[in-house]
DNA sequence: TAGATTGTTAATCGATTAACAATC
DNA sequence: TAGATTGTTAATCGATTAACAATC
C-alpha cells in the first residue's frame, strides 16, 4: 500500500515533474503500459530510483507488466497538483515576462495569467499580448482580488528581493524565481528558483578544460 | 593548499554559481571582505558547507577576517570558465529564444550570440534582435566555422532531441536544455536542464493542500 | 594576547542502488 | 507453471553538518 503522506523530498518531486511530461507523451501516442526500467532509460535513473520515487504516490503498478499509463498519469498529476487550474501573475515586463506570458505550454497545464506588472512608469499601460502592463502600485489590490496563487519574478536580480516582499505582504502562495539572486521568503511562501545563467555557468565549468 | 582537481561535484558548482554573483554584487559595493557565514545566510545554507565548499577551489580565505572578495570573485570566475568568452547559437526562434538572444545578462556574462536558428520555413530569413534567423540546414556549416561552444535549445519537446542531435554531431560541448524532455548525450556533450515548467509543478504540489 | 574565523576531519543525515521475496 | 516486474528492505554512497585545532 504506497502513502501519500511524509511529504515527498525534493529530489523526488523534480523527477515526479519528468515522469508527468513523459507519460503525457506515452498517453497522448496510446501506449498502455510503461515500466520502471523503461522510464529509468529515458531519464538516465535506475529502475530502482524509479520505483522509490513510485512508492511515494498514491498509485501502484502491476507485477509482470508495470505501470498502466492513463492511472499512472492521474495519480501524478493529482500529487503534483497538475489537476487543477492555478492563478498567476507575472512581474518584469521585457522579454522573459513577454515569453512567459504568452506561452502556449503554460496556458496548457493550467497556468492562468491573471496580471502583468513592471515597475517601468515607460511600460505601464503598453499591451502586452492580451495583458495592459499594471503598475507595481496596483499589485496588492489584485493579488487579493484574483486569488492569485503563484508570483513569476522576471525581474532584474537588483530588484527581484524588493518585488518578491510586495507578493509575500499580498499573501502569495508561491514564487517562480528567474532572476539569479537567492530569494529571502517566509517558510509559507514556497520558492522556487530557475536559473538559467547558472546553467550556462555549471555548463562552461563542465566544459573549460577541454 | 586548496585543490583544485578530483572535478567539483555537481551540487557544489550549483552552489558556486551563486557565490559567483553575490561576490560580483559586493565588490560592485565596494565591500570588500565576506565570511562563510554572512554567504551562508544569504543563501540559507550553513557556514560548514559554505566551507567545504570553497576547499574545492584555488583560493584560500584569511583567519579572523574571512574572505578577500576580489580575489574571491578571480577565484569563482576561473573555476566557473566565466573568465573567457563563450560562443552561443539559439536554436528556437520564438519568444523565449528571442528573450536570450536580447538578454543582457549574458552578453555582460562574455556570452556571445552567435547564431538563431528554426526549422520553421516561416520564421527564416525574419529579423531576431540584430540577427537573421537561419534554417536549420546551415547550422552544421555554421557551428563549425564560428567554432561555437554552447547550444541553446529553446524549442518545443517534441523536436528537442532532433535538435540535440544535430548539434551534437556538429561536435558541440554543451547544451542548454529550455524544453521539458530529457536531452539523451553522449558523455564528451554535457547537458544543463532549465525546467520552467517543472519548477511550476515543484510550487503547485507544495502548495496544494494548504 | 584574546578572539574570531578559517580549513579539515569525523559524524550524521539523506538519497541512491542492490537485492530479493511477493505477485500476477 | 515459469518468468517478469513490482514493492520494499538493507547496503552503499555521497552530501551536509558539527566540531575543533590551526592561525592571524
Known amino acids: 500500500m504506497p502513502k501519500q503522506k511524509d ?30 526500467q523503461e522510464l529509468a532509460d529515458a531519464f538516465g535513473l535506475t529502475s530502482s530510483t524509479v520505483r522509490q520515487d513510485l512508492s511515494h504516490i498514491a498509485f501502484s503498478g502491476t507485477s ?24 498567476v501573475v507575472v512581474i518584469g515586463a521585457g522579454n522573459l515576462g513577454k515569453a512567459l506570458v504568452m506561452s502556449e505550454e503554460l496556458q496548457r497545464r493550467n497556468f492562468k495569467i491573471c496580471g ?15 495583458f495592459v502592463v499594471q503598475s507595481m502600485k496596483e ?10 496563487d503563484i508570483g513569476i519574478l522576471a525581474v532584474p536580480a537588483s530588484t527581484a528581493q524588493q518585488v518578491a516582499d510586495l ?18 521568503a517566509p517558510q509559507r511562501v514556497k520558492v522556487v528558483d530557475i536559473r538559467i545563467v547558472s546553467g550556462l555557468l555549471e555548463l562552461t565549468h563542465a566544459i573549460k578544460d577541454r
Open 64 to 87: 509482470k507488466k508495470g505501470y498502466y499509463n492513463t492511472r499512472f498519469l492521474a495519480a501524478l498529476t493529482e500529487t503534483l497538483g497538475a489537476d487543477r487550474g492555478w492563478n
Open 116 to 130: 502583468v506588472f513592471d515597475c517601468d512608469e515607460k511600460k505601464i499601460g503598453k499591451r502586452l499580448d492580451s
Open 139 to 148: 499589485l496588492p489590490a489584485s493579488i487579493g482580488n484574483l486569488n492569485v
Open 167 to 184: 507578493l509575500i505582504a499580498s499573501s502569495i502562495r508561491g514564487l517562480l524565481n528567474l532572476s539569479l539572486t537567492h530569494i529571502v
Open 7 to 36: 511529504s515527498i523530498p525534493r529530489s523526488v518531486v523534480r523527477r515526479l515533474t519528468g515522469y508527468l511530461a513523459h507519460v503525457q507523451e506515452l498517453c497522448a501516442q496510446k501506449i498502455d503500459w510503461t515500466s520502471s
